[in-house]
Antibody, heavy 121, light 113 residues
């Protein structure tokens, strides 16, 4: 069974930085797109960013463009999200999700349990 | 951006009855070259990550009970839960994966009447 394990969340002050990681296992990591989706407390799902299987295509929500960077290390089966200039509205649970194919036009067939990011002074 | 609008926001259904959730996209998510609708449905229970139920608008994910079905094409889609069970209490989201940003509907909360 596919496994996705997020880490790196925590309490951070506005303007600070965090790097989230998602360790993947039990599938050929580099063959699939990966996505970060966040969920503010009590709210819906908010797509943040996606990266293609080889890492050559990346896409961002307008709300995070220029502040967040998605990347992957296929040799380590790990997905990353570097988050800079964090804002209170970035607070939420961040899920990593596996795409069903290498292209970012993918539905997400497996999701991690999520990591909580709390941006507060 | 493609805006996904779900209705209703919530609904209460008796056990064994049918639940119907609608999802409308602001533009078509039907890709003409392969005649596929780039539309997925997810179920999220409290404290859990979303779970894929349906993709390509009507294909049930492996292991999903057959009381869940998806239909529709172009801009209008429906998720139907036949014979609602207690374990189906959850929030349901639609998502288009036709083009980035990969937008979600606002969610529909399903409860037992």
């Amino acid at each position: 069974e596919v496994q996705l394990l997020e880490s790196g969340g925590g309490l951070i002050q506005p303007g600070g930085s965090l790097r989230l990681s998602c360790a993947a296992s039990r599938f050929t990591f580099g063959s699939y797109a990966m996505t970060w989706v966040r969920q503010a407390p009590g709210k819906g799902l908010d797509w943040v960013s996606s990266i293609s299987g080889r890492g050559d295509n990346t896409y961002y929500a307008d709300s995070v463009k220029g502040r967040f960077t998605i990347s992957r290390d296929n040799s380590k089966n790990t997905l990353y999200l570097q988050m800079n200039s964090l804002r209170v509205e970035d607070t939420g649970v961040y899920f990593c999700a596996k795409g069903h194919r290498a292209s970012t036009s993918s539905y997400s067939d497996y999701w991690g349990q999520g990591t909580l990011v709390l941006v507060s002074s | 951006d493609i805006v996904m609008t779900q209705s209703p926001d919530s609904l209460a259904v008796s056990l064994g009855e049918r639940a119907t959730i609608n999802c409308k996209s602001s533009q078509s998510v039907l890709y003409s070259s392969n005649n596929k609708n780039y539309l997925a449905w997810y179920q999220q229970k409290p404290g859990q990550p979303p779970k894929l139920l349906i993709y390509w608008a009507s294909t049930r994910e492996s292991g999903v009970p057959d009381r869940f079905s998806g239909s529709g094409s172009g801009t209008d889609f429906t998720l139907t839960i036949n014979s609602l069970q207690a374990e189906d209490v959850a929030v349901y989201f639609c998502q288009q994966y036709y083009i980035t940003p990969l937008t979600f509907g606002g969610g529909t909360k399903v409860e037992i009447k």
